[in-house]
């Protein structure tokens, strides 16, 4: 994560939004409070260096509480449905290739039949080679509501079907990718 380039490198979107051009992964420990949204102050969780799948609740915790680069936030809703106007292309074998290409968007994080790799990371790069031909795979990551009724979201690129935006568990692990106004 070399932040600094990140302006330089990053995608401008139509509306003047640049998209980082690479996920949010965390570099050194952190601890957060209050992530399980209990209201109880002395709730911790502690997230480790390398981390690059986050439920909701740690990546709006990792927001609020300063964590993510100065300048730097998660998008919203209608921010990345732009997005799908801006770098999809109609009529494609795989209508994900240009938002992925465009956006840097991987297909990383959740992967059919096991759906249970989140935070998996095998040091064996054959072990992940494996996961990723042999099984349908989606590239997730989250997005924060533009309206009050806080409905967990998310962009989902795919191997080969429409990119879309999704409601899920706030309990899934997904990428961050962070953009700068």
Request: aromatic share 10%.
């Amino acid at each position: 994560m070399n932040v600094p380039t990140w302006i330089k490198s990053g995608k401008r979107t139509q509306a003047g939004l640049i998209v980082a051009p690479e996920n949010f992964v965390l570099y050194k420990e952190v601890v957060l409070t209050g992530v399980d949204k209990s209201g109880d102050p002395d709730e911790v969780t502690i997230l480790h260096a390398g981390k690059e799948f986050f439920t909701l609740d740690e990546a709006e915790a990792l927001q609020e509480q300063g964590y993510f680069p100065e300048g730097w936030r998660l998008p919203t809703v209608t921010e990345a449905g732009a997005w799908l106007t801006d770098f999809s292309e109609e009529g494609s074998f795989n209508p994900s290739a240009n938002i992925m290409a465009q956006l840097g968007l991987k297909l990383d994080g959740f992967i059919y039949p096991g759906m249970n790799i989140y935070n998996f990371a095998p040091k064996d790069k054959e072990a992940v080679n494996d996961l990723i031909v042999n099984r349908m795979i989606e590239g997730r990551f989250w997005l924060l509501s533009d309206t009050a009724d806080d409905n967990a979201q998310g962009l989902t690129v795919h191997r080969v079907a429409r990119p879309k935006i999704q409601t899920y568990y706030r309990g899934c692990g997904h990428g961050i990718r962070l953009v700068h106004d």
